[in-house]
Each structure stands twice: as structure tokens, then as C-alpha cells.
């Protein structure tokens, strides 16, 4: 892998051009994931609804869970607009992930 700057814009390109509809497509290809030669594996796709789009960042590591540091140098790079907040993950895991939520109030339904 080249340097993080260069792989992060790989990863947003990719995203942009292939982002996932929702609900139904969930899945995911080789082109929105990076693995660094310190053994970080990054996921980043952008999902999108008729009325939202969610930025998601997902780090994984065999041997420990990812740093703060290592996480924040990737998102600083991916997530564009709204801040990246974590989502809970399980006791014991190896996985951070991140997400980043756009809403369009104009065009959701309104609240009866």
C-alpha cells in the first residue's frame, strides 16, 4: 500500500461510485476495503435512501482492537461532513466502526 492520503481517496472514490441503496443492498466489494502493512484492515462505503446518506467506516485488526490514533488518521481522510460517531460494538471485539449520518429533511414523511 502507498501512503494513507493516496488510499483513503481510493476508498472514497470507490464509495462514491458504487454507494449501497438501502434497505436491500448490503453488499460489499474489494474496492471500499484497504489493508495497511501494520496489519489495519478499513472498510468505507457510503450507503444512501431516498430521504439520508450514511458514511461508514468499519477497522479490524487480528491482533488487538484498532487505536484511537490509527482510526482518527483514516477518518480525518474518509468522512466528509458530519462528524464520524461510534457505534457500540461487542466485549471483546477487534472491530471499531464509525458512521457519519446526512439527512434531507425535505424529503422525509412527515411525523403524523
Avoid at 57 to 64: A, I, K, Y
Amino acid at each position: 500500500m502507498t501512503d494513507i492520503a493516496t488510499e483513503a481517496a481510493r476508498l472514497r472514490v470507490a464509495a462514491e461510485a458504487g454507494p449501497l441503496r438501502l434497505p436491500i443492498n448490503r453488499k460489499v466489494d474489494e474496492s471500499h476495503h484497504a489493508i495497511t502493512p501494520e496489519g489495519l484492515s478499513v472498510w468505507y462505503t457510503i450507503q444512501v435512501s431516498p430521504h439520508s446518506r450514511i458514511q461508514e467506516v468499519v477497522f479490524e485488526r487480528v491482533d488487538r482492537l484498532p487505536s484511537e490514533e490509527e482510526c482518527q488518521k483514516w477518518l480525518d481522510l474518509l468522512i466528509v461532513g458530519p462528524p464520524a460517531i461510534e457505534a457500540p460494538g461487542f466485549p471483546g471485539a477487534m472491530t471499531r466502526r464509525f458512521e457519519a449520518f446526512e439527512r434531507n429533511p425535505e424529503l422525509e414523511a412527515p411525523i403524523a
